[in-house]
């Protein structure tokens, strides 16, 4: 499901909106009635409402569960106030995952891969990076980041063979490019994320799924391997084993 435009529109104006509240004494509103954090105490109060809409969303999402009309409208309200948070502290690990673990769910890979990673890179440059639960969602967003980058390499592949069975040779031919490069960017990610917790099923679970999608499927089969020996009942690994079977 996509975003409309109203609230992709009011995302692009919250970084505008954060240069004039420096200028007034007056809280500033987004158009959707978001006030603009000025002080942590703002900013915290911003995290903690919205990580009250999105948690049990997150973990049912986790569980294989669907995510409902529901909870859509929940998340797009959570991603404006992670946006507002982003807006008063872009190196913030956090807000950047919550925003991008949001659109992930939504469906808007390319707005998810974009915020996931960023909180991915953010890791060394976070205010509060000494934090375990900063180093870990970050982590985290590396490994997620590498799920929704593989879902817009499907993409270019499903343009690829569009462009080809057209006999769109050119137009083939860049997405065919566009999926390699993506493809590759998934895995390291992925790889990242394994490295520096190796017993996470989740994050050998999308290593995996980019080794399969590039025809690795010998090491793709040993990390969903692992991955089911630590976690049977993962939705996510149990879907990708079946692939290798």
């Known amino acids: 499901m996509k975003l409309n435009k109203s609230v992709i529109g009011a995302v692009a104006a919250v970084s505008a909106l954060a240069v004039v509240m420096y200028l007034s004494d007056r809280?500033?509103?987004?158009?959707?009635?978001?006030?603009?954090?000025?002080?942590?105490?703002?900013?915290?109060?911003?995290?903690?409402?919205?990580?009250?809409?999105?948690?049990?969303?997150?973990?049912?999402?986790?569980?294989?569960?669907?995510?409902?009309d529901a909870d859509r409208s929940k998340l797009k309200d959570a991603i404006k106030k992670f946006e507002a948070m982003k807006a008063y502290e872009p190196r913030q690990v956090a807000a950047l995952f919550g925003s991008?673990?949001?659109?992930?769910?939504?469906?808007?890979?390319?707005?998810?891969?974009?915020?996931?990673a960023q909180a991915w890179e953010n890791r060394m440059v976070d205010p509060q990076k000494e934090l375990e639960a900063v180093r870990l969602t970050a982590i985290e967003a590396a490994a997620l980041a590498s799920e929704a980058t593989l879902e817009l390499a499907a993409q270019e592949v499903s343009t690829m063979n569009t462009s080809a069975a057209s006999g769109q040779r050119k137009e083939a031919e860049d997405s065919r490019k566009k999926a390699s490069i993506l493809y590759q960017r998934a895995f390291s990610l992925a790889d990242d994320a394994v490295k520096l917790v190796p017993t996470a099923p989740r994050y050998l679970a999308a290593r995996g799924q980019a080794l399969l999608a590039v025809g690795r499927k010998d090491d793709a089969k040993a990390d969903l391997s692992k991955a089911l020996?630590?976690?049977a009942n993962s939705p996510k690994v149990k879907q990708l084993a079946k692939l290798l079977q």
């Not at 158009?31 to 109060?45: A, C, M, S």
């Not at 991008?100 to 996931?116: P, S, T, W």
């Open 27 to 68: 809280p500033v509103e987004t158009r959707d009635g978001v006030v603009l954090p000025r002080t942590r105490d703002e900013y915290e109060k911003l995290n903690k409402d919205s990580s009250e809409l999105v948690l049990e969303i997150f973990g049912r999402a986790d569980a294989g569960m669907e995510v409902t």
């Open 100 to 116: 991008g673990k949001c659109y992930m769910l939504l469906g808007e890979n390319q707005l998810a891969a974009d915020r996931l």
């Open 229 to 231: 020996r630590l976690d």
